[in-house]
């Protein structure tokens, strides 16, 4: 008697999940696909508009050299086309937060993803500090400007991506392959050399 | 007549033939089409942008229409009606276990560590940042329209095995449970379940980022 109504009792759980099963993959939709017969014409128009497309999208390209940043590997790319021409290690932000004990200030230390591009380039680039730099060592914010400057500590050369966000050197060369920045983006003393020989301003910056 | 017969049947076979191959080939093209004109719209903006590209087994990560990294779809299973390609809002990535946290800043511990004078060893130099290493491999990511994708790392070994299992048969469970529930609000259901490497999963859940457009292809 027991074992019956365990079977019955099974039989009943599976009825009602095929049951559920059925119902869920008629009002999913599946297989509701249609072919429609086309005329050999009609396809020659298929095939010139996705051909169209295509060369549409790779006109979005960059022309020319332009540069690639892995924030996941720490990785920046110097490309042309799709060849890679260099590769450099280099240390991108920290995604750290940063909260304003005195107001509502905020800041994440993430390094900006998107196209970006080369706005200008400075030799001997000074540091203009900012609030950020002083709350995050518990200073006090100075009022002056000179007081913001600071030489030596981004190396012998920057480039300006907007927004206060810069490649540049870095002191912390053990850290190069590490994300411990407030956004920018370090690279070694030789390859930042290099890049500053070869990049010009107005290239195309893609971060990732 | 024989021959006749034979003849007329021979071109009423091609004739067939060739009308259901230039229908697949045509509705292969068409979605091709509507992939490319959804990757221009977003391609247009200075965005990075994903292409979960269901049809090939694989996710592409471009700019531009640039390909940045390719990763391979190790399984797939779809649930729910039919996505077409179309620039899709993400809105939410939640993760299974544990949610990777940011580090808090404490402008205080930089203060005492000053005027005390702490120096610390180059050995032991810790780094308190959110680095790859630290995304998870399990998550769930929501998308616009109701759009739902399930993301689980491929594992070797018995507990894996188990686990894998496990999330299927819970899977088949409750898609449509919650298909049936979604009919009733009225609101749209797709569900889609992927298995990646552990790498490929932790970079998709570093790299995509919340509010950006992307791109589903089936």
């Not at chain 2, 091709?32 to 087994?57: G, Q």
């Not at chain 2, 390719?70 to 993760?95: N, Y």
């Not at chain 2, 298909?179 to 995509?208: C, H, M, Q």
């Amino acid at each position: 008697m027991k074992k019956k109504i365990v079977i019955v009792t099974i039989l009943v759980i599976f009825g009602v999940f095929l049951a559920l099963e059925a119902c869920g993959i008629y009002l999913s939709g599946r297989g509701n696909v249609s072919h429609k017969t086309e005329s050999i014409k009609s396809l020659q128009y298929l095939n010139s508009r996705n051909a169209n497309l295509k060369k549409r999208i790779s006109n979005l390209s960059p022309k020319g050299t332009y540069l690639v940043i892995d924030t996941a590997k720490n990785r920046l790319y110097v490309k042309k086309g799709e060849q890679t021409l260099k590769e450099v290690v280099v240390s991108t932000g920290s995604g750290s937060i940063l909260n304003d004990p005195a107001g509502n200030r905020q800041w994440i230390f993430d390094t900006p993803r998107g196209e970006l591009s080369i706005q200008s380039k400075t030799t001997n680039p000074v540091w203009t500090k900012p609030d950020w730099a002083f709350i995050e060592e518990g200073e006090e914010v100075p009022k002056s400007y000179k007081d913001r400057m600071e030489e030596g500590v981004l190396g012998d050369y920057a480039f300006h991506l907007g927004d206060g966000y810069m490649i540049h050197g870095t002191l912390y060369t053990r850290l190069l392959g590490r994300n411990v920045t407030h956004g920018c983006v370090r690279v070694g003393d030789a390859d930042l050399k290099e890049l500053y020989n070869t990049i010009s301003i107005g290239t195309k910056v893609i971060i990732f | 007549m024989k021959i006749l017969f034979s003849a007329l049947l021979v071109i009423f076979l091609a004739v067939v033939v060739k009308t259901e191959a230039i229908s697949q080939y045509s509705a292969g093209t068409k979605n091709e089409i509507n992939l490319l004109e959804a990757e221009l719209k977003v391609a247009k903006k200075p965005v990075i942008y994903f292409i979960f590209n269901l049809k090939d087994k694989e996710i592409l990560l471009k700019s531009r229409g640039i390909l940045l990294k390719e990763m391979k779809i190790e399984d797939i299973k779809f649930w729910g009606e039919p996505v077409d390609a179309a620039p899709r809002t993400m809105l939410k990535k939640s993760a299974l276990f544990k949610e990777p946290k940011r580090v808090n800043i404490d402008p205080n511990k930089a203060k005492e560590e000053t005027s005390t004078n702490t120096t610390t060893t180059p050995g032991a130099f810790e780094i308190e940042a959110l680095e790859l290493k630290d995304m998870p491999t399990t998550y769930r990511l929501e998308f616009h329209e109701g759009i739902f994708i399930s993301i689980s790392p491929k594992g070797a070994g018995f507990l894996s095995r188990l686990y894998k299992m496990s999330s299927y048969t819970g899977w088949y469970l409750s898609r449509p449970i919650l298909t049936i529930w979604n009919s009733i609000k009225g609101s749209p259901f797709t569900s889609i379940y992927l298995v990646l490497s552990e790498e490929d999963a932790r970079f998709v859940y570093w790299s995509l980022e919340e509010k950006s457009e992307n791109i589903i292809y089936k």
